[in-house]
């Protein structure tokens, strides 16, 4: 279970993350959108925001920040 029913406030009945929950749950979120950019790069999928179309150089890069960010979450985790 992600969230241990223990950490309710008895007040609001809204669950707590522990640190390590939420470590595990950004890694993977940051990982998952890591590898999503770098398919995008490696297949030169097209990705548009508002008609402007994204360049393919701003995938790299966001491989990059967010593959360090998830290996920084796991890392913290330990």
Not at 5 to 21: H, S
Not at 63 to 75: E, F, I, P, Q, R
Request: hydrophobic content about 55%.
């Amino acid at each position: 279970m992600l969230i241990p029913e223990n950490n309710a406030t008895p007040k609001t009945g809204v669950m707590k993350l522990n640190q390590k929950t939420y470590l595990q749950i950004t890694g993977l979120l940051l990982t998952v959108g890591a590898v999503v950019h770098l398919l995008r790069a490696v297949l030169g999928w097209e990705a548009s925001i508002g008609g402007w179309i994204v360049p393919v150089w701003f995938s790299y890069i966001a491989v990059v920040v967010a593959g360090y960010l998830a290996w920084s979450a796991y890392k913290l985790m330990k």
